[in-house]
């Protein structure tokens, strides 16, 4: 059983739900960027999702687009984000997953980043780009390496295609609350709940739902009928307004507290 897998179970026994927070790494910068994964797995993250840095992160609203540019400023790429996760890991638990689009991948060669994110500690890989008909060979090099690949469904997806998703998906799957980029949002789309009960119709994989969670609230909204709610561009944005405050790190994780329901 893979750190995934086990932190659902922990959950389950426990009849609760997960909270996963989404950072970019390098934003601010990469030191700040473990502080934060460390004060995040305090503040009670089941999963953190790390995105990889893009130049053209076309599925992302402006809030994580900016954050992207912002850390690419830095001229850093997956080997130094593999060294951080390495870094980090020897100081928590939780589970770290690299959240990317396949270029950067592509460019550091899928067998290598398999075998170095197994190394550093990574639990999964979520691809944004990459089209679950094209994802064999990525999938089984993950796989044998004991790595999960995550993907990604949306209110649009066909039931043949979450058939198809269901089949090749581990660790959990990703539902997309609604069609678009992602961005905070004022409410949760009433999709999301669709999806959610028709993808049960295919996988017994933890479903997390996310894109436009950003309020205790909302998070409490996702955990009546999912496993696990994703906060993203909230977190990033009050990254981006904390921009040069000391103690960024300390701030994000009590942010990251605010979001969980009481109780």
């Known amino acids: 059983m893979n750190h995934i897998t086990e932190s659902f179970a922990r959950l389950q026994q426990c009849q609760r739900k997960g909270f996963i927070p989404f950072i970019t790494a390098g934003d601010p910068d990469l030191s700040t960027t473990k502080q934060m994964i460390i004060e995040l797995a305090n503040a009670g993250a089941t999963i953190i999702e790390l995105g990889v840095p893009f130049s053209d992160p076309m599925a992302d609203g402006p809030v994580i687009q900016r954050a992207s540019d912002r850390a690419l400023q830095h001229r850093f790429g997956l080997k130094e984000i593999l060294d951080l996760v390495a870094e980090t890991r020897k100081q928590i638990e939780t589970p770290i997953i690299l959240f990317s689009y396949y270029n950067p991948i592509l460019q550091f060669g899928v067998e290598r980043l398999a075998r170095a ?5 990574v639990a999964g890989v979520l691809i944004t780009d990459l089209a679950p008909e094209e994802a064999g060979r990525v999938a089984s090099t993950l796989r044998a390496n004991g790595l999960d690949l995550i993907f990604l469904v949306a209110p649009t997806t066909t039931d043949a295609r979450l058939q198809m998703i269901a089949e090749r998906a581990s660790g ?20 999301a709940e669709k999806l959610v009960k028709r993808l049960r119709h295919f996988s017994d994989l933890p479903v997390a739902v996310g894109f436009g969670i950003s309020s205790a609230e909302q998070v409490a909204q996702v955990w009546r009928y999912a496993d696990a ?4 561009s909230a977190i990033v944005a ?3 307004r904390l921009q040069g405050v000391p103690d960024v790190a300390n701030r994000i994780g009590q942010f990251a507290r605010s979001l969980l329901p009481a109780g």
């Open 117 to 121: 994110a197994v190394a550093a500690g």
């Open 172 to 191: 959990f799957i990703y539902a997309v609350s609604r069609a678009g980029v992602t961005g905070k949002r004022d409410t949760v789309s009433a999709e």
């Open 229 to 232: 709610a994703v906060v993203g």
């Open 238 to 240: 009050e990254i981006e």
